[in-house]
């Protein structure tokens, strides 16, 4: 059974940082391209970040180009999401997410096949 396991949201002021981690099990990790989403209160799920499997390709949200970094370790089984520069928009509950196939990259949520249940990052102003 896949389990994801994210840590490290919380609470930070405009212009900080925060860094994301989300643990994966269950699954032939270095064969799958990892996802994060957010969701902020009353909107839809969105894409943030996504790596391919090797870790040699990244795609953002316009949003948070420049400001999030999505890395991965396929020694350890875990990805990453550094946020820096952080804005009171950004506050959201962020989830890890596992694409459907092996070697799947997307950005929309009809192709995640299993979700974390999610870290809430709150960004004060």
């Known amino acids: 059974q896949v389990q994801l396991v994210e840590t490290g949201g919380g609470l930070v002021q405009a212009g900080g940082s925060l860094r994301l981690s989300c643990a994966a099990s269950?699954?032939?990790?270095?064969?799958?391209?990892m996802d994060w989403f957010r969701q902020a209160p009353g909107k839809e799920r969105e894409f943030v970040a996504a790596?391919?499997?090797?870790?040699?390709?990244?795609y953002y949200k316009d949003v948070v180009k420049g400001r999030f970094t999505i890395s991965r370790d396929n020694n350890e089984n875990t990805i990453s999401l550094q946020m820096n520069s952080l804005k009171p928009e950004d506050t959201a509950v962020y989830y890890c997410a596992l694409p459907r196939g092996p070697y799947m990259v997307t950005r929309s949520t009809r192709d995640i096949d299993v979700w974390g249940k999610g870290t809430l990052v709150t960004v004060s102003s």
């Open positions: 790596i391919s499997w090797s870790g040699d390709r990244t």
């Open positions: 269950g699954l032939t990790f270095r064969s799958f391209a």
